[in-house]
């Protein structure tokens, strides 16, 4: 039974719009777009490798499936290890205005997310991945649908922005499995949920 993992970039304030590009986002005036692109490095490349490694599916939102479309259809080094897998592998696009996805072997899904994410679960392979999509990702953590989260967090504060956690949602504990830092001080943290959270007092000594 696969898992599903979201990997998504974040400023300090946990703004995940547009961290690739100028133009990439500017939904809701967001003017801020490439925030990431100064911090990127070969230690993050090298761990972003090793996440699509393990991706057999992707599971995508309207706006991300168009931005990659729109880029990697056009990076057609085989051994590339994000484009090949993005090219080739199956992606999921969950969206209401889409009527076609004609990137090779994409699929609109539709219905409810926790029944797509079942029926996709009870397929082959090891991980199906959600990049990017801060729509599509915030519904997935308050219906406590992720089974894990790599968050690579930038120091950077940026002030606006759409931001990954959403409101509502089932307060959740987490594992934390894995971390590292990069060379230009992004920490990348990779968690599990570990149950409900717990809540508790200091009280002041007797």
């Known amino acids: 039974m696969a898992r599903l993992t979201l990997t998504t970039f974040l400023s300090l304030d946990g703004v995940m719009q547009a961290p690739g590009g100028r133009d990439e986002d500017r939904s809701d005036g967001f003017d801020y777009g490439g925030w990431l692109v100064p911090f990127a490095d070969e230690d993050m490349g090298r761990f972003v490798n090793e996440v699509f490694d393990r991706a057999d599916a992707f599971l995508l939102g309207r706006r991300t499936y168009e931005i990659f479309a729109s880029y990697w259809p056009q990076v057609t080094d085989p051994d590339d290890p994000i484009a090949s897998r993005l090219n080739d592998l199956p992606k999921y696009v969950v969206s209401r205005t889409l009527d076609k ?64 956690f959403p409101e509502g949602g089932s307060p959740t504990a987490y594992e934390l499995t894995g971390h590292r830092t990069t060379s230009t001080g992004a920490t990348v943290q990779t968690y599990r949920p570990a149950g409900p959270a717990e809540f508790g007092t200091f009280g002041l000594p007797e």
């Open 101 to 164: 996805a004609e990137w090779n072997n994409s699929h609109l899904v539709e219905g409810d997310i926790a029944e797509v994410v079942a029926r996709l679960k009870e397929g082959p392979g090891r991980e199906i991945q959600v990049h990017g999509s801060a729509r599509l990702a915030q519904g997935l953590i308050a219906h406590g649908l992720v089974d894990e989260l790599n968050l690579l967090v930038f120091p950077v504060f940026l002030g606006k922005g759409r931001r990954l």
